[in-house]
């Protein structure tokens, strides 16, 4: 499944949405998905990621469109929000079930358009990003509960995919780690690899790879 989200994304600029319950690996796959398309040449800006059941009242706006100077109390400066940080990049907005009504019309209006009026502006901004969203709800059924707007999940439709567990997938947990392990290496300086041998031995079947907590500390080995 992951290698045929990677094809999917390398090769389209739609929207995706990641469905599946907490840690399956949403937010490591938006990663995966923009070092991709890095790679690629195709996104030459950066990845930014926010977890929307974060965002609450009024800084919910500023957080995502932005706020000029003097918005509101508080205001003292300029802010370029996050989708304007995503410009020519990707945006991974996790629990994107969490979004108010407003901010979701907003956003609908982004993506169709790819501009947008700051909080207290009025001077439209624009922004060009690849957007990823993830959610652990049923998104029609949020829209059915008045929770979530119809026309934003149909934006956001083109290419669904829905992440089982990773104790659900244990063939994953490989490759998973095997991305985790080269980021903390890149970002660390450190080289880190994956011990298989130990790893055969502590776990004679892929059934018993489930406490991937706990494998993963027996099967570290630095140099």
Request: charged content about 25%; proline content about 4%.
């Amino acid at each position: 499944m992951i290698e045929q989200i990677e094809t999917v994304a390398t090769r389209s600029k739609s929207p995706m949405l990641l469905m599946g319950p907490t840690g399956a690996g949403k937010s490591q796959l938006a990663r995966r998905v923009f070092d991709l398309k890095k790679q690629k040449h195709q996104l030459p800006g950066r990845f930014v990621e926010v977890n929307c059941a974060t965002l609450r009242g009024d800084g919910a706006m500023s957080t995502l469109f932005g706020h000029i100077k003097g918005a509101y109390t508080g205001a003292s400066a300029d802010r370029a929000g996050l989708l304007r940080s995503a410009h020519q990049g990707l945006l991974f907005l996790d629990e994107i079930g969490e979004l108010g009504l407003d901010e979701q019309a907003m956003l609908l209006r982004a993506l169709e358009e790819k501009r947008f009026l700051p909080v207290g502006g009025d001077k439209e901004v624009e922004s060009d990003f690849q957007l990823i969203a993830g959610t652990n709800r049923d998104l029609q059924v949020s829209v059915l509960e008045g929770r979530f707007r119809e026309d934003l999940l149909a934006r956001l439709n083109l290419w669904t995919y829905r992440l089982p567990g990773l104790a659900e997938r244990a063939e994953d947990i490989e490759p998973n780690l095997d991305f985790e392990l080269e980021r903390h290496s890149r970002e660390n300086h450190q080289r880190v690899m994956f011990n298989r041998k130990r790893a055969n031995a502590t776990s004679p079947s892929p059934a018993a790879a489930t406490p991937v907590g706990a494998a993963t500390s027996a099967i570290w080995a630095r140099r």
